[in-house]
């Protein structure tokens, strides 16, 4: 058997090879997280993210050197030369995971708009790919000499945060070029952080106006003034986070984004090009956050509206406004049709009405045209936006004369 102070040498250049991972690496986290806030560019931030991931493998590999380098024992008569393979093989699979989770998150998020990023962080992206290429081929390069498979792997992995960089580089690049309506592109590489977790921690002190107590009246859109409540941002999420139905719900008319104090959250959407436009905009978008379960009933709006899901997953149902006389429309824009327990009996009307059913996921837009009925539940905990103001000639169209459309 081998005398195990023959691979001092390499484990020592391997050791070496993992510290200087680990400190690269640690360093540039620091620099794009700090250049991806300032410079309003989330694929920099999602690329701190991948880099500390690689602080994480090269932790992994000094810790397998560090055991494979020890004398052989009681316990372990053959030595611990199989530390080294463990950790190789965990920083592969680490390898695989982030793979898999930047590619479902890039595609997620890349219809998810956001304000373009400044050009320097192009700049930032042509330092960090040079430092890792440099990185990765070094700890190749050693990983090769001294044979083994976890210096190897974890230049491999290296290599893949200098692809998550050149990605983010493409990304920032189009959104840069390209100037308005392309922001987007630099979400192909980014996460979204509306999370009411998230919103939580930015906001958990703000005392803010929801809806509440609404399964105590089955009319309580129609009574939205004596729902008002007024709760901490911590409070309402932690009752989304634990309670499921339609009681307590953050709407369009809590008008939380017309408040000072969340004016930066505008910051992270834009207004699709050709589409809406936010210099024709009379009032900030309208937000909704509610629990698993929330339910805004069968009605229809006087002007058209563009729906944006942002986190998790809603039902929508839609019928056209050409079914007015058979959706028992009682009062105002509602209707009194219950369409989750729908009843045939005391609404035979409704026997032929075509219903369109969609689930909305997170960067999901559906445009509901104006006097279209539609009704909206919550699958998971939600947040969503709501847009009125289009791109278009002359005034918004408003749908005023209700009774003129059943006439027809």
């Not at 890349?110 to 192009?122: G, N, V, Y």
């Not at 692809?163 to 690049?173: C, K, Q, R, V, Y």
């Not at 005392?207 to 008002?228: C, G, Q």
């Not at 939600?382 to 002359?394: C, K, T």
Request: contains cysteine; hydrophobic residues 45%.
């Amino acid at each position: 058997m081998a005398n195990p102070s023959d691979r001092q040498t390499p484990l020592a250049r391997g050791k070496r090879a993992a510290w200087a991972g680990i400190l690269t690496n640690t360093a540039l986290a620091v620099f794009k997280l700090v250049a991806g806030v300032v410079g309003n560019s989330y694929a920099l931030v999602a690329d701190a993210i991948e880099s500390i991931a690689d602080v994480a493998s090269s932790s992994i590999v000094l810790r397998g050197l560090q055991l494979a380098g020890r004398d052989p024992d009681e316990q372990y008569p053959f030595g611990y030369g199989k530390a080294e393979s463990i950790a190789g093989a965990t920083v592969a699979l680490m390898l695989f995971g982030a793979a898999i989770g930047i590619a479902i998150e890039a595609i997620r998020e890349i219809r998810t708009p956001h304000h373009a990023p400044a050009w320097w962080t192009l700049l930032v992206l042509v330092v960090v790919v040079a430092i890792k290429g440099v990185l990765s081929r070094r700890v190749g390069t050693v990983g090769s000499e001294i044979g083994s498979t976890a210096v190897r792997t974890d230049a491999q992995h290296h290599f893949s945060d200098a692809l998550t960089s050149a990605a983010a580089f493409i990304g920032i690049s189009i959104a840069v070029i390209r100037g308005p309506g392309w922001e987007a592109a630099d979400d192909w590489a980014a996460l979204d952080r509306w999370t009411p977790e998230w919103l939580a921690e930015q906001f958990g002190d703000v005392s803010i106006e929801v809806t509440a107590d609404r399964e105590l009246d089955p009319k309580y859109e129609d009574n939205f003034t004596a729902h008002r409540r007024t709760i901490t941002f911590r409070e309402f999420v932690d009752r989304v986070r634990t309670e499921e139905g339609n009681d307590v719900y953050l709407v369009a008319k809590n008008r939380l984004l017309e408040r000072e104090e969340f004016g930066r959250l505008l910051a992270d959407f834009s207004y699709p090009a050709g589409i809406l436009d936010e210099a024709t905009s009379a009032q900030a978008p309208r937000l909704w956050l509610g629990p698993k379960g929330t339910v805004t009933p069968l009605h229809h709006d006087s002007t058209n509206i563009l729906f944006a899901q942002i986190y998790g997953r809603k039902l929508v149902r839609l019928i056209s406004p050409f079914e007015i006389e058979n959706v028992y429309n009682d009062r105002a824009c509602f209707s009194a049709v219950d369409l989750d327990h729908l009843d045939l009996d005391e609404f035979p009307m409704m026997r032929d009405v075509v219903v369109l059913e969609t689930v909305l996921e997170p960067g999901d837009l559906l445009l509901f045209p104006l006097g279209w009925w539609h009704w909206v539940g919550s699958l998971d905990v939600s947040i969503s936006l709501s847009f009125q103001n289009f791109a278009v000639h002359g005034r918004p169209i408003v749908w005023q004369h209700q009774t003129a459309a059943r006439g027809r």
